[in-house]
């Protein structure tokens, strides 16, 4: 890895007359991790161009950026008939070219170029490389079959998420990632989050997730009033520090105590609901700490509320022994669920669970398979999903499209309504066309939010929404009194409107007890990671010699299964290399390369080179079991 400082001295940046940076001064060290923040359009994607060498500065200067292997991931894939795997695997140029060239010289007979790439290979450990992919592809949530699907059998979200895997396959001394989270679900997130604590290069990231940029970087950047300024810590840090910061400037007390005052009033109703489930209390502690935080999103330019809803119906809706899926298929069965007035419910479950199945099914856009869906009479629904923002009308202004909901509606009523989403002047009555995806998301929770629904429907309702919309969100869904129903990725946003969390998996719903760390653990274990080892409580009692032989039989007995899982990759180990000795020893007689033993050296260089592979798989598989090993013995 190639240890480098970047220095950006005194950058100039405009987009058209647009000035994005002026006199930007600031030091990457090599290996660092950080977050680049900064409202929708204030020139993030802009720098990321820059660096990348796409936009020139209009003055000022970079160094350190020579030589330096850049990996970034790309917003757009294009249509091929390419498979998932091979497109991914060409993350990685060089051994891409090799897997090319090795291919073709066995295809066409040219076995001793073959035998000096299979070299080649060995030396860049090429024979993992479709391992690599795999693990890749089935960490970001891709299924089994994916590698051998053509490209062009994916979505839109889909293909983004080859393009991330396509990034970390890319040899790197510098990652650049702009929005990675944007598609991923909570479990991928998660998966995430572990492969880039490991990346040794020089992290620069874009993202308004919180808990993932707290989980990753050590260091936020954001852009304000044209400069780039740097702070230690993560995000966390970054605005307890800009709380402090803001909280001395005289100017903005008013609005800082009615912002604080709004908080204080939430924690007041909710104190009295929160007795009982782990996740209650959890949402307690952080409207709490959003008492003290409240100063640092006091300058946002978001600020809604929903409003009073009418009349309700209790229950809001039902399911009864639900049988949920599509064309006949079914995914989820036996679902039996009431929403009644104030239910505010987290789903939770890995992809491809059923999660948007449910919800889907609940606002009736999913017919049943089996059981009864029951609304009430009184029950308004607002439902958000990433397909609203594609059936927004391009060519009309942000005031049309609610004006359409409500022709009686008065024009400056409709203005002053879109000024809380930062829809302000040419913005709220020009055609949306030129919108960010940012903004057609904010428009599509307007518009959900003006109807006045009493339940909420809100499937990743976070995807580009920046940091300052994501508070005015969760702030406007504390408030909120109808029902909620939500699935997203930002776990943020599920722990601060949450009172109760469903698990989708197997086939089934069910309530989840716990709270979201130990969620988060659980996804992590399937990962094989150190989260699944449990540690006994600190200060605990002394155990009496008895308990600790029982515990200590119990322990052997539990890690037995893996122990002989380890014997026989062992074994399995020195039979290749067995076999492989034996092999090259053959290889290494002149006489197979005589012209008469064409067949044989081509069948020879071929057992090699699936023995290398199988030597490298079991050497991973034998690496993975002695870690898993070593996560599940107690230490001492």
């Known amino acids: ?105 066995e295809g066409s007979g040219d076995f001793q170029r073959a035998a000096a790439l299979h070299s080649k290979m060995e030396e860049a450990d090429g024979y993992s490389i479709e391992n690599r992919v795999q693990r890749l592809l089935q960490g970001l949530g891709f299924a089994p079959d994916a590698a051998t699907r053509p490209v062009s059998d994916f979505s839109g979200g889909w293909r983004i998420r080859l393009n991330l895997a396509r990034a970390l396959m890319t040899p790197s001394d510098m990652l650049l990632l702009d929005e990675p989270t944007n598609h991923l679900d909570l479990d991928a997130t998660l998966w995430l989050e572990q492969w880039l604590q490991a990346y040794p290069g020089t992290l620069l990231m874009i993202s308004h997730d919180r808990d993932f940029i707290d989980a990753t970087c050590e260091r936020i950047l954001s852009i304000e009033s044209e400069q780039l300024q740097s702070w230690k810590g993560n995000y966390s840090d970054y605005e307890r520090l800009r709380a402090e910061m803001l909280a001395n400037q005289q100017a903005s007390f008013e609005k800082q105590q009615q912002r604080i005052a709004h908080v204080e009033d939430f924690v007041r109703r909710f104190r009295y609901k929160a007795t009982k489930a782990r996740q209650a209390q959890s949402r307690l502690k952080e409207l709490e700490r959003m008492q003290q935080l409240a100063p640092a999103h006091i300058d946002s330019p978001f600020n809604f509320v929903f ?206 007890e716990d709270d979201l760390r130990a969620y988060e653990k659980w996804i992590l274990g399937s990962y094989r990671t150190s989260d699944t080892a449990a540690s006994p409580a600190p200060g605990g009692p002394e155990l009496s010699a008895k308990v600790r032989r029982q515990q200590a039989a119990a322990e052997r007995e539990r890690l037995r299964p893996l122990q002989r899982e380890i014997v026989q990759t062992e074994k399995a180990l020195a039979q290749a290399e067995q076999a492989l000795a034996v092999l090259q020893a053959r290889l290494a007689d002149p006489a197979v390369y005589t012209e008469s033993s064409t067949r044989e050296l081509a069948d020879l260089v071929r057992e090699e080179g699936a023995l290398k592979a199988q030597q490298a798989l079991l050497e991973e598989q034998w690496l993975a079991q002695q870690e898993e090993l070593e996560t599940l013995t107690p230490a001492g």
């Open 307 to 512: 409003p009073p809803a009418g009349k309700s119906s209790d229950p809001l809706l039902r399911l009864d022994e639900a049988g949920l899926g599509y064309a006949g298929k079914p995914i989820l069965q036996n679902v039996t669920l009431m929403l009644r007035p104030g239910s505010r419910i987290g789903l939770l479950g890995k992809n491809g669970a059923g999660k948007s199945t449910l919800l889907k099914s609940l606002i009736g856009r999913l017919p049943l398979l089996a059981g009864t869906r029951q609304a009430g009479e009184h029950c308004r629904i607002g439902y958000f999903d990433q397909q609203q923002l594609e059936a927004l009308d391009l060519q009309a202004s942000a005031a049309l499209h609610v004006q359409r909901l409500s022709p009686e509606a008065r024009d400056q009523d409709i203005l002053n309504f879109l000024g809380g989403f930062n829809f302000r002047g040419d913005t709220a009555t020009q055609p949306i066309a030129p919108f960010s995806g940012g903004e057609k998301a904010r428009l599509a929770l307007a518009l959900v939010v003006w109807q006045k629904p009493n339940l909420l429907v809100l499937d990743e309702p976070t995807n580009h929404l920046d940091l300052d919309m994501r508070n005015a969100m969760e702030m406007a869904l504390q408030g909120y009194e109808g029902a909620l129903i939500l699935v997203s990725h930002d776990r943020h946003l599920l722990r601060n409107t949450a009172d109760e969390l469903l698990l989708v998996h197997d086939g089934v719903v069910e309530e989840y």
């Open 1 to 105: 890895m190639r240890g480098q400082m970047i220095i950006l001295r005194d950058i100039e940046l405009r987009r058209g007359s647009k000035l994005l940076l002026q006199g930007a001064n600031v030091t990457l060290q090599p290996g660092q991790k950080l977050a680049l923040i900064g409202a929708n359009g204030s020139g993030k994607s802009s720098l990321f161009s820059m660096l990348m060498g796409r936009l020139q500065a209009d003055a000022g200067a970079i160094e350190g950026m020579n030589n330096l292997r850049l990996a970034h991931m790309a917003q757009e894939v294009a249509t091929t008939e390419e498979t998932a795997g091979r497109y991914v695997l060409q993350g990685d140029a060089r051994l891409a070219s090799l897997c090319a060239e090795l291919e073709a010289a």
